[in-house]
């Protein structure tokens, strides 16, 4: 079974450019998160997905982050315009969710770095 | 909001000695989760705990949960080199999940 496959595994790209990452979860999951990983503030949850719906963007930084999940199997983050200090991994995972129990399966990251 | 203080942020040990993280919270959990990540790597599952003063073990890991339900232990017993990595809680709110700081953990052979 796969796992959460996310693409790309690495992007950089100069400020004002536009980014989009993109989640496949696993088959089934029912709920979809995107974080945002850096040293200084370690994972944040930036918003997550309930059968493709969202419930809760209070983590997307600013106007400039965006995310859709058009049906349940596919997601995406979008930056627009970028900027250096959106640098740092981003994670998407899924989960079977029933409430709030159940683990979330991470995909391997991509990894951003905007110059 | 709900608040997640994990301590201590960083520890490094020989090999074969043992190892604890904490993770205390501002409001009584409903369930609490640990995970684990690998240097360059992403977040693996470890456990959940759901019921008051839990405890479970999974060979050289213990987790607690603590009887008031406010905060959590991870403990390693005799450490080996593979158990490197940082190692999270995370709080299990309505839907979503809130990481803490997490503790990065070095082994030295």
């Known amino acids: 079974d796969a796992g959460v496959i996310q693409s790309p595994r690495h992007e950089v790209t100069e400020m004002g450019q536009e980014v989009t990452l993109r989640c496949k979860p696993i088959?089934?999951?029912?709920?979809l998160f995107w974080y945002r990983q850096t040293m200084m503030r370690g994972l944040e949850l930036l918003i997550y997905f309930n059968n493709n719906v969202p419930i809760d963007d209070s983590g997307m930084p600013e106007d400039r982050f965006s995310a859709k999940m058009p049906n349940a199997s596919f997601s995406t983050l979008k930056i627009q315009p970028s900027e250096p200090r959106d640098s740092a991994v981003y994670f998407c995972a899924s989960g079977r969710r029933l409430g709030n129990t159940g683990e979330l399966f991470f995909g391997e990251g991509s990894r951003l770095t905007v110059l | 909001g709900q608040q997640v203080m994990q301590i201590p942020q960083y520890q490094h040990v020989q090999e074969g000695e043992d190892f604890t993280t904490y993770c205390n919270s501002s409001?009584?959990?409903?369930?609490i989760q640990w995970y684990k990540q690998r240097p360059g790597g992403h977040p693996v599952f470890l456990i959940q705990l759901v019921k008051s003063g839990e405890v479970k073990k999974q060979k050289r890991l213990t987790f607690q949960f603590g009887e008031a339900k406010k905060n959590s232990s991870l403990h390693i017993t005799a450490t080996q080199t593979t158990d490197v990595g940082t190692y999270f809680c995370a709080l299990g709110g309505y839907n979503k999940l809130i990481f803490g700081a997490g503790t990065r953990l070095a082994v030295h052979p």
């Open positions: 088959s089934g999951h029912n709920s």
């Open positions: 409001t009584t959990l409903s369930n």
